[in-house]
């Protein structure tokens, strides 16, 4: 079976993550090719089944993604995640949903693009003394930070910059992560497979990689694979991967900070079965051998 690893052209080789899992599946008889997504050279219909893995640039065209997405859905190409589950995690205006539907979400004020709001207004309203600001789609915290209402005047232009081309997502300051760091649990064909904790260098609210984070093995509790269970029982379209990120508050409670089914590092490097549970979540949802 001819696999595409979608990629962007930052990673044309693939990132070390995905490395290791192609490696794998090579050696349980699958061919993996790596594809830029937004390489025009590519014939997606070669594939028999195209896996998108690490497009990290496509926020930056956003259009140009969802365009590419719509020639996979008109040729009828086999794509995991679904591309109807691409479209909804795309853009996290998905948390609206699943607040709505009770799921715990640290609190957050949604902005519309083009539209006018006070930043010192809405953290007055919320009695936040300290918010993130972050766009609605983006990836690896890009033109994400942290505002404190006490100097919430000199972050005024950059929020109105922002919202000229993109909504906006204030979010309620979460102390937790940084203090114990941020959960992210991967799961293969909805099942559970491994967790890491992620947690940023001193002095930053980033836990990711390439801002100084770092992460380490997780072990979860039984109570929080079960409420995980019961946010992922929320979704009814089919998941090959799915990276559910949070962290437990004071009371012990998951709180959700993202559903990663677009583009997560899957942390295969902090488990030695990971990618024996990919490819049998992979060989069951394509129903077939690697031949």
Known sequence: MLLAFVTDFEHPDLTEDDVLLAQYLYSKGYQV?????????????????????????????????TAWLDLLEEKRIKVFNPISVLRWNHDKSYLLRLRSEGV?????????????????????????????????ISGGAYKTWVVELATIEAHTADFEDLLLYRDVIIQKYAHEIVDRGEIS???????????????????????????????????????????LDTI??????????????????????????????????????????????????LSQMTEGSPN
């Open 104 to 136: 715990l979400i640290p609190q957050f004020y949604y902005c519309h693009k083009n539209q006018t709001y006070s930043l010192s207004e809405i953290l007055h309203n919320h009695q936040w003394s300290k918010a993130v600001i972050k766009p609605s």
């Open 33 to 65: 090719h790596p594809a830029v997504w937004d390489d025009n050279t590519i014939d997606w219909t070669s594939f028999d089944c195209v896996i998108v893995r690490s497009p990290w640039d496509y926020f930056h065209k956003v259009d140009a993604f």
């Open 232 to 281: 992922l029982g929320l979704i009814t379209d089919p998941l090959l991967y799915a990276r559910i990120d949070g962290y437990l508050d004071d009371q012990g409670r998951f709180n959700l900070m993202e559903l990663e089914f677009l583009e997560p590092l899957l942390f295969f490097d902090s488990d030695s079965g990971a990618c024996h549970r990919f490819t049998a979540a």
């Open 185 to 227: 649990m991967i799961y293969f064909n909805k099942k559970f497979s491994h967790a890491v904790c992620k947690k940023a260098k001193a002095g930053d609210f980033r836990v990711q990689s390439e801002h100084g984070g770092y992460h380490q093995s997780y072990t979860p509790d039984v109570s929080l694979l079960k409420d």
